[in-house]
Nanobody, 123 residues
Framework: QVQLAESGGGLVQAGGSLRLSCAASGRTFSVKFMGWFRQTPGKGRELVARFDCIGDDCIGGETYIPDSVKGRFTLFRDNAKNTLFLQMNSLKPEDTAVYYC???????????WGQGTQVIVSS
């Protein structure tokens, strides 16, 4: 089992920034990918950042940021804390969503999900 605990959501004005955190614990040595997704009512979950792990416990890896948020969102890790951060800058009202951290052991799916953290961007 892998446990994920997100934090850092909140209310921010358009143009502002937020940093989301995802602290991982448990059998993290098996994790192949970690991702941040967001979801709004009536829409499916959208990938906003992914960390492709290299080595046990995701010590190293490569980041992927889709074009929809590229240039505004960045992803980085604190290995000592086993925590993945999503830095969101120049936020827009359309970024309003519940943001989820997820971990994948492979096999084409994310098996573990955090509880989600709400981000609200006011205009």
């Amino acid at each position: 089992q892998v446990q994920l605990a997100e934090s850092g959501g909140g209310l921010v004005q358009a143009g502002g920034s937020l940093r989301l955190s995802c602290a991982a614990s448990g059998r993290t040595f098996s994790v192949k990918f970690m991702g941040w997704f967001r979801q709004t009512p009536g829409k499916g979950r959208e990938l906003v950042a992914r960390f492709d792990c290299i080595g046990d416990d995701c010590i190293g890896g490569e980041t992927y940021i889709p074009d929809s948020v590229k240039g505004r969102f960045t992803l980085f890790r604190d290995n000592a804390k086993n925590t993945l951060f999503l830095q969101m800058n120049s936020l827009k009202p359309e970024d309003t969503a519940v943001y989820y951290c997820a971990a994948s052991l492979g096999q084409g799916q994310y098996q573990y999900w955090g509880q989600g953290t709400q981000v609200i961007v006011s205009s």
